[in-house]
């Protein structure tokens, strides 16, 4: 089995920064990509970044490409989501999530933490 736990959602203002944690307990967490996903009310859940176990290859939705970075610390059993110049439209709740590899489809993804709340105002 495998565990993940979100945290550093939050109110921001549109224009500033957050940074997301997914700390992941379990088995050996480095043989796991990690993805980040997300869900606004009344909309289906959405792909917006995935990491390769080995950290080299990254995957970006379209529409926080330039300014999200997904990133992870091995020896930490961390992921991490910087999420910059953040718009209204990016408030949601996001959810990490393990797969064998790194996609950007959700059913791949076995395991799921339970999310943490994003809010930019405008």
Partial sequence: QVQLVESGGGLVQAGGSLRL???VSGRTFSR???GWFRRAPGTER???AAISWSGD???YADSVKGRFTISRDNAKNTVYLQMNSLKPEDTAVYYCAASAT???LGAEYVYWGQGTQVTVSS
């Fill in 102 to 104: 790194a996609t950007m």
């Fill in 21 to 23: 944690f997914c700390a």
């Fill in 46 to 48: 959405e792909f917006v």
């Fill in 57 to 59: 290859i990254t995957y």
């Fill in 32 to 34: 796991y990509a990690v």
